[in-house]
């Protein structure tokens, strides 16, 4: 069964306890935004699926497509926290 990509991202940041507030330092996103996402009240916008893919270092396509299954494969692939937790 395939899941919406909202649904991915909090699985992801449920399963590797990333708090809004550190995917929102990460990501460059407001810590609104990540919660609206989070809560299904905002859409992944163009600029929104640039944050996330960013932040994951995966394709923005992958997140205006909602292509599930690639979302899932790249969210769990190594390294397992997104790259912008590394950076100063």
Known sequence: MHQHPIQLFKKYL??????????????GMPETEVRGLMDGELPITDLRAHHLAAAFDT?????????????????YRTPKRPSLLESD
């Open 14 to 27: 449920r399963k590797e306890n990333i708090s809004i507030q550190e995917f929102s330092q990460m990501s």
């Open 59 to 75: 394709d923005v396509e992958i997140w205006l497509n909602g292509n599930s299954e690639k979302i899932e494969k790249e969210l």
